[in-house]
């Protein structure tokens, strides 16, 4: 489906992108221009429906002429796809009818987090990225990506708000689960073929539009706090590895990823100014623009104006929009207040030859993307592209191939793969998940193998009901009246361990103990069963080192990967079943 026939110039599909931008920008008013540089949260629903948190309808959205928006909760592929033809015609009756883009963060994988990622839903699921790394494979990647892309342009996304390929230098970090990994090698080879999957060798129509992030790598993070919170707003590099942290982006640029994203941490302790990296001039315009090259799109963080402010706290929040446009930011995440960046316009604080150099990059992506010529998808299609048969096998292929086995028993009930029908107490996996290759039985006194099912451990952030608690930080041990009852099934009969890494877990006391272990980075208990009984291999090596206490964690540096002395396991670790 496509546009109303040519009237304009900027309409023509005949025409070179620069030239529809510049007859484009020619026409626009600075309401016009000012609604572009917002990318407000969006509900999928009746447009005079609330906005998630509190936001605005999205009828309030399309009147301010904002026309990016990012999404959250989903319904079916189609009800997203229906939302999305909704909110294309709405634009078609605003002035110029420029289409809508709408973006999200990652969900195709298991964490379930309105901050950072959200849990697959009708798309396909997968492995979360560390799973990807432990693979190793670009291809498998660039696989996953593709699958991805052919997902979200079904419903109408056009733009990833990822990869994430910060490094996972600090192993208290709670958005470890999102990278890939702590090796800077690895993490550009997985991220050139992430954004090759998504948008092809270069923007086009059957394109999304990748987001790399967190400009200049969010992996360290004092004490592994997260800068979502004003405990965790400072970076830090003890180890003077900054540059070891932009091998990614350096590589991603090179490759033509489309957009990047600042984080919403500050720099220090190094030459660049201690304010929040959308906020910091040297980071995006001297770093990013004018030594890294890159001349696509930067989008700061989610509400780096309303809340995440750092080192510029005291500044209004229109002196924080001035500062964030001086530094070269092009786009505002989260945030929905045109009104103050007409006033900014209007009072000369901000000209409009500033806001024209961001509105033709923003411009000249959705020309890119074909949004003018194709802004309507097919909605009766969604349901059986999004999450059909074949990316759903494949995805969990992957999530079972990710398995890394760290221990295997010598001999005995408890070597894996499992063999026979062993009677089984299970910790973590419900008895159907087995179905008939063993018996489940209620108590440890009855099974000859125990298979305990753990996930890595945090402390609790944040009062109950806010999203401060979906954030898994502090310490990665055990508590010590746990590994005493862990040990305990152990000492009784031969056990398998199964831990999901979402972040590095301290196994020093469990190892010993264990007849065998084996770690997942987002499985689905059938993923998990299969490996458990051979009908899948676990083909994985860990991405990052396990230390072997908080005490090694806590001497470490945050920026340095790969230096807590004696791992109980170290990066590039796995044993195979054969």
Known sequence: MTHAAVRFPYQDAALSVDQRVEDLLARMDLRDKAGLLFQPMAQ??????????????????????????????????????????????????????????????????????????LLSGPFSQWPE???????????????????????????????????????????RWSRTFGTFGADATLTARLGVAYVRGLQGEQVGARSVSAMAKHFPGGGPQKDGEDPHFPYGREQVYPGGQFDLHLEPFRAVIAAGVSQ????????????????GFSFNRGIVTGLLREQLGFDGIVCSDWG????????????????????????????????????VLLGLLADGTVSEQRIDTSVRRLLREKFRLGLFEHRFVDAGQADAIVGGPEARAAGLAAQASAHTLLKNAESGPARLPLRGSPRLYLEGLAPEAIGERAQVVATVAE???????????????????TYETFFHAGSLAF???????????????????????????ILADLTDATASLIANFGASPEAFVRVLFGEAEPQGRLPFDLPSSMAAVEAGHSDVPFDA?????????????T
């Not at 510029?312 to 945030?335: K, N, Y």
């Open 447 to 465: 099974a000859d193998v125990a298979v305990l099912r753990l996930v890595t451990p945090w402390e609790q952030r944040g009062e109950p009901g």
């Open 129 to 171: 990225p560390l799973g990807f790394a432990a693979v190793g494979s670009a291809e498998l990647v660039e696989r996953f990506a593709d699958v991805t892309r052919r997902e979200y342009l079904a419903v109408g996304i056009r733009t990833a708000l990822h990869p994430q390929i910060d490094l996972a230098t600090e192993p």
């Open 479 to 505: 508590s010590a009246e746990e590994v005493a009852r862990i040990r305990e099934i152990c000492r009784t009969i031969p056990t398998v361990i199964d831990i999901y890494l979402e972040r590095p877990a």
């Open 44 to 117: 999928i629903g009746g447009f005079d429906e609330p906005g998630p948190f509190g936001k605005p309808p999205t009828r309030a959205l399309l009147d301010r002429r904002i026309n990016h928006v990012n999404i959250l909760f989903v319904p079916s592929a189609r009800e997203i796809a229906q939302w999305h033809n909704a909110i294309q015609q709405q634009a078609l009756q605003n002035g110029l009818g420029i289409p809508i883009t709408v973006s999200s963060d990652p969900r195709h994988s298991f964490t379930n987090n309105p901050a950072m990622a």
């Open 260 to 275: 990047i994203m600042p984080y919403y941490g500050m720099p220090v302790g190094t030459p660049y100014e201690e304010v």
């Open 565 to 577: 002395v004696n791992p109980t396991f170290g990066f590039g670790f796995g044993l195979r079943y």
């Open 304 to 339: 780096i104006i309303s809340h995440t402010c750092w080192g510029v706290e005291h500044l209004s929040h229109a002196e924080r929009m001035a500062r964030a446009l001086d530094a070269g930011i092009d786009q505002f995440g989260g945030e929905e207040d045109v009104d």
